[in-house]
Every structure is written in structure tokens, then in C-alpha cells.
């Protein structure tokens, strides 16, 4: 009778210890990310290789996990009810019952479950060789559940990312706020993720802006354009500006002047522009000029008409902020100069305006910048003082500087009402 008890006894005990090594698995195996697993396999942790073949399918690990818990709550409840009415008689059953109840919910799953919560790495490497054992021991009633999953749940679920875009920002913040990675960094780490979603439109150097030359002019005028603007490169057109022919680098007008030859033109010199749609997607753009070996790419609109230049310089400040030289304006594009009153560069987008001072300038698909917006709420070329007011943001446009007929800087003054909110 008493080696029965303890029979029974060591039989209830190894239960719990199933129930609760099925518990602390699901946990760990559950909650440890396929990036890290990739990171134990490269490291030749033991253990990671059968644990990233688990984390390839992770209905299978609940599957399996559910499976031997359910088992061992099962066996641990019927073992526990014939030891409580054997020695209790009939209230025996409420007995084992609610023992077994609280045992199992603090031995089985609390406790388990917190432990594996602060050891989820060095856990899920030692449950992952068992665990991938007995995947393959059921392996097929797994594969019946697949049937009947696939059945009762059409589609494939398995197209859906397993980490999206707001996941991956989510932790890049939290990383910022543990200290384990920078505002500098956080800044840079966004930039690449806002990288696929630039167009060639939005990073360009506008065609106003753009020094060029023409075809027929001698290298000596040339030489000129590139001294006073500091470039080393000018696009080349023929007749007409949208006419563009050639790209023209100084280096080979150096060299042409320091061996003084003759006769040679600048069409002579130039190589062949690399154009691309304005609407084309700037990280795609960079690998096309690294694979083409040009810096420098002619952006064109729908109706083939030349709109600006965008440069491998301009991709990469996308990246890590402004890149200047000795020939760059470090002008801001918005600055402060006093309460409530900013100057800005009339080339600024409207959206970055409203994103940089929590603002809400009216957007449309008429214009994108500063002086667009202004143009269009005055319905005409404005003249230096012209103002405007924008309700929707208590806000006032002043036009401080053209040039020609190009309004280059503007005054915005936020009413106290803005500021306030």
C-alpha cells in the first residue's frame, strides 16, 4: 500500500515537472525573435540550429507544447483524485481537485512561465533539441492538423510579414529610451526605413538651381560656371535646356587646358546623361548610379520635360543629414528669430514644415513648397512684403526676398493663439 502511495505520489510529481517544463518551453520558444535565433545560429550557440528549424513554423511548437501540457494536467488530475479518495474517501474528489488546481496554477504555470521570461534565451536553446524530437514523433498528426487548419482557415497565412515597418520603429524607440542606441542613430535608422518611400522628386536640386552649359560654349566659359559654382560636374544641353545631351566633368577640362589641345569642344568631352522619372524611388535610384558608375542623374517628368538633378550626395543626405563643403550655403532652411517668427527658404516642402513645428499648412497636389503654397493662395507672382494669411494654422506668410520672378524667402508668423495650443 505504501510503495503504491509513493508510486502514485513520484508519478504526480513528474506531472507537474512535465507540465511545467511544456510551460516555460511555450514561453521561451514562443517569445524569442527569428532575428535573434538567426543570431544564435551564426554564433554556433548549441541548440540554435534545431531551435530555428522549430521557429519555422510556430503553429507546430503550440501544437506540440499544448498537446504534452494537456497530457500532463490530465494525468497529474486523475492521479491526484485516486490518491485524495483513497485516503479521504468520497470528499476525497474536491480535495484533489483543488489541490491539484493550485498546485499545477503555481508549480505548472506561474512560476514556469516567470522564469522563462528572464532566461527566454539560454531556456529555448536547452527545451529546442526535445522540443524538434518530439515534433517529428507526432509528426503525423501535425500534418493532419495542417490538413484541417487549412481547411477551417483558407489563405496563406504565411505571406503575412512576420516583423512590419511600425514593429521595427517600435523598437528602435525602445532602444532609444533603454540607451542602447542614440538619437543620432534613431534619426538615421527612420532615414533608411523612409528611404524606399523618397522619390528622385523630393531629393532633387531643382532646375531653377541647376548650373548648366551649353554645348557651343567654349571650355574657358566653362571653366568659369565651374569656379564660380564650385560643382565638378555641369549637365550639357543643346538649344534648349530640356534638350539635355552630355554631363561634363572638370577633370577632363583640366586636363584638356593643362595639355593644351586644340580644337576640342565640349561635346567632345561629355558622356552621356543617365535619366530617370521623377517619381522613381531614391533607393532603388542609388543602386542603379553605383551599378552605372555615374554620380549624377537628369530627373524628367511625365511630359519628358528636364526638372532638376539628384546626385548620389543628395541620396546619402537623406541618410545622415547635410553634407557640406567648402562651396555650400550652410543657410537653414528654418530658422528662428524670435517668439513665434521664423524664416524659411521658399524651396521648403510644406509637409516638412508641418512635421518639423507640429503645424497644420493646408498640402495639395497644385504645389509642395513654401513658395507653391504662397503663389497659390495669392493667385499670382507676389512681390517683395506681400503677405498671406493661412487660417487654418493662425499662421501669416510674408514674402521677404524674390529673385526675378522666383520668390526665394519667407517670414511665417504664428499667432499667440498657435503657440499657446
Same mark, same amino acid.
Given at each position: 500500500?505504501?510503495?503504491? $502511495?509513493?508510486?502514485?505520489?513520484?508519478?504526480?510529481?513528474?506531472?507537474?515537472?512535465?507540465?511545467?517544463?511544456?510551460?516555460?518551453?511555450?514561453?521561451?520558444?514562443?517569445?524569442?525573435?527569428?532575428?535573434?535565433?538567426?543570431?544564435?545560429?551564426? %554564433?554556433?550557440?548549441?541548440?540554435?540550429?534545431?531551435?530555428?528549424?522549430?521557429?519555422?513554423?510556430?503553429? *507546430?511548437?503550440?501544437?506540440?507544447?499544448?498537446?504534452?501540457?494537456?497530457?500532463?494536467?490530465?494525468?497529474?488530475?486523475?492521479?491526484?483524485?485516486? &490518491?485524495?479518495?483513497?485516503?479521504?474517501?468520497?470528499?476525497?474528489?474536491?480535495?484533489?481537485?483543488?489541490?491539484?488546481?493550485?498546485?499545477?496554477?503555481?508549480?505548472?504555470?506561474?512560476?514556469?512561465?516567470?522564469?522563462?521570461?528572464?532566461?527566454?534565451?539560454?531556456?529555448?536553446?536547452?527545451?529546442?533539441?526535445?522540443?524538434?524530437?518530439?515534433?517529428?514523433?507526432?509528426?503525423?498528426?501535425?500534418?493532419?492538423?495542417?490538413?484541417?487548419?487549412?481547411?477551417?482557415?483558407?489563405?496563406?497565412?504565411?505571406?503575412?510579414?512576420? +516583423?512590419?515597418? $511600425?514593429?521595427?520603429?517600435?523598437?528602435?524607440?525602445?532602444?532609444?529610451?533603454?540607451?542602447?542606441?542614440?538619437?543620432?542613430?534613431?534619426?538615421?535608422?527612420?532615414?533608411?526605413?523612409?528611404?524606399?518611400?523618397?522619390?528622385?522628386?523630393?531629393?532633387?536640386?531643382?532646375?531653377?538651381? +541647376?548650373?548648366?552649359?551649353?554645348?557651343?560654349?567654349?571650355?574657358?566659359?566653362?571653366?568659369?560656371?565651374? *569656379?564660380?559654382?564650385?560643382?565638378?560636374?555641369?549637365?550639357?544641353?543643346?538649344?534648349?535646356?530640356?534638350?539635355?545631351?552630355?554631363?561634363?566633368?572638370?577633370?577632363?577640362?583640366?586636363?584638356?587646358?593643362?595639355?593644351?589641345?586644340?580644337?576640342?569642344?565640349?561635346?567632345?568631352?561629355?558622356? $552621356?546623361?543617365?535619366?530617370?522619372?521623377?517619381?522613381?524611388?531614391?533607393?532603388?535610384?542609388?543602386?542603379?548610379?553605383?551599378?552605372?558608375?555615374?554620380?549624377?542623374?537628369?530627373?524628367?517628368?511625365?511630359?519628358?520635360?528636364?526638372?532638376?538633378?539628384?546626385? +548620389?550626395? %543628395?541620396?546619402?543626405?537623406?541618410?545622415?543629414? %547635410?553634407?557640406?563643403?567648402?562651396?555650400? %550655403?550652410?543657410?537653414?532652411?528654418?530658422?528662428?528669430?524670435?517668439?513665434?517668427?521664423?524664416?524659411?527658404?521658399?524651396?521648403?516642402?510644406?509637409?516638412?514644415?508641418?512635421?518639423?513645428l507640429d503645424i497644420a499648412l493646408p498640402t495639395s497636389d497644385t504645389y509642395e513648397t513654401i513658395g507653391?503654397?504662397? &503663389?497659390?493662395?495669392?493667385?499670382?507672382?507676389?512681390?517683395?512684403?506681400?503677405?498671406?494669411?493661412?487660417?487654418?494654422?493662425?499662421?501669416?506668410?510674408?514674402?521677404?526676398?524674390?529673385?526675378?520672378?522666383?520668390?526665394?524667402?519667407?517670414?511665417?508668423?504664428?499667432?499667440?493663439?498657435?503657440?499657446?495650443?
Open positions: 500500500m505504501l510503495q503504491l $502511495d509513493l508510486f502514485n505520489a513520484s508519478i504526480f510529481g513528474l506531472c507537474i515537472i512535465l507540465s511545467a517544463f511544456f510551460s516555460s518551453s511555450e514561453v521561451a520558444l514562443i517569445s524569442i525573435t527569428r532575428a535573434k535565433v538567426r543570431a544564435l545560429v551564426n %554564433d554556433g550557440r548549441s541548440g540554435a540550429a534545431q531551435l530555428f528549424k522549430l521557429k519555422q513554423n510556430q503553429d *507546430h511548437i503550440l501544437i506540440i507544447l499544448r498537446i504534452g501540457n494537456t497530457i500532463a494536467i490530465v494525468a497529474a488530475a486523475a492521479v491526484a483524485t485516486s &490518491i485524495a479518495i483513497e485516503a479521504f474517501g468520497d470528499p476525497g474528489l474536491g480535495i484533489a481537485i483543488g489541490g491539484t488546481v493550485l498546485i499545477l496554477l503555481i508549480f505548472g504555470e506561474i512560476g514556469p512561465k516567470l522564469f522563462a521570461t528572464r532566461y527566454t534565451e539560454p531556456l529555448a536553446l536547452r527545451v529546442a533539441p526535445p522540443i524538434l524530437f518530439l515534433s517529428r514523433v507526432v509528426g503525423p498528426f501535425l500534418w493532419l492538423s495542417d490538413k484541417v487548419s487549412r481547411s477551417l482557415v483558407p489563405g496563406d497565412v504565411s505571406t503575412e510579414p512576420t +516583423v512590419t515597418e $511600425d514593429e521595427i520603429r517600435e523598437w528602435i524607440d525602445v532602444g532609444m529610451e533603454e540607451g542602447t542606441i542614440e538619437q543620432e542613430e534613431q534619426e538615421m535608422l527612420y532615414n533608411v526605413l523612409e528611404l524606399g518611400d523618397t522619390t528622385a522628386r523630393e531629393v532633387m536640386t531643382p532646375r531653377v538651381d +541647376v548650373a548648366m552649359i551649353e554645348d557651343t560654349s567654349t571650355l574657358e566659359s566653362s571653366l568659369t560656371i565651374f *569656379h564660380e559654382t564650385g560643382f565638378s560636374r555641369l549637365p550639357v544641353y543643346h538649344e534648349k535646356i530640356d534638350n539635355l545631351t552630355g554631363v561634363l566633368n572638370i577633370k577632363d577640362v583640366y586636363t584638356v587646358i593643362v595639355g593644351h589641345k586644340k580644337d576640342v569642344k565640349i561635346s567632345d568631352l561629355m558622356y $552621356d546623361p543617365y535619366f530617370v522619372p521623377e517619381t522613381k524611388k531614391i533607393d532603388d535610384l542609388l543602386k542603379e548610379l553605383q551599378l552605372r558608375k555615374v554620380p549624377m542623374a537628369m530627373v524628367m517628368d511625365e511630359y519628358g520635360g528636364f526638372v532638376g538633378v539628384v546626385t +548620389v550626395e %543628395d541620396i546619402l543626405e537623406e541618410l545622415v543629414g %547635410d553634407i557640406l563643403d567648402e562651396f555650400d %550655403d550652410e543657410e537653414p532652411e528654418l530658422s528662428r528669430i524670435g517668439e513665434g517668427i521664423y524664416m524659411l527658404d521658399a524651396r521648403m516642402w510644406v509637409d516638412d514644415l508641418n512635421e518639423q507653391g503654397l504662397l &503663389i497659390e493662395q495669392l493667385g499670382h507672382i507676389p512681390h517683395p512684403g506681400e503677405t498671406v494669411r493661412v487660417e487654418e494654422s493662425n499662421a501669416t506668410l510674408v514674402v521677404m526676398q524674390m529673385r526675378g520672378k522666383r520668390i526665394v524667402k519667407v517670414k511665417m508668423i504664428l499667432s499667440d493663439d498657435r503657440e499657446k495650443r
